[in-house]
């Protein structure tokens, strides 16, 4: 089987990134990563009461938890990853209608494999360093040469 990542690895991988910083703009959770002041990260450590029983089946007791990381992604990686890994990969908890094909919630449940979490991981860091002023990026890039 392959390896998976735990809450605690996930916001370590997030850190791991040049002009990472991260706030709790909710109270205890979600724990917020962003870059250029921008979030890219939410992650969920202790998971959120209920979360599974609207995003993946409302059989579900609302008492069962999961850890859980949201990402900010591409539309169509959105829906790439959504297809690859449905019961893990599902549409963004506590997000607007609007701003959902933006993002996913990945279920740190053990199905998603560590290198694909990795990929999403570094793909939603990208994903917003590059919607940022390019002086910002430019700054941030500097981090990476020192």
Known sequence: ??????????????????????????????????????????????????????????QIPPERISPMVTLRCEPSFSDFMRQQYPKAVLRPYHCPPAQQPYANTVLLDGSVPEEIMEDMVTHAYRYILNKLPRRIRDEIEMELRT
């Open 1 to 58: 089987m392959a390896e998976t990542y735990s809450a605690t690895e996930v916001m370590a991988l997030c850190r791991r990134y040049p002009g990472v910083d991260s706030y709790y703009p909710f109270g205890s959770q979600p724990e917020c990563f962003r870059v250029g002041g921008k979030i890219f990260a939410e992650v969920y450590a202790q998971g959120v009461k209920g979360a599974l029983t609207i995003l993946v089946d409302s």
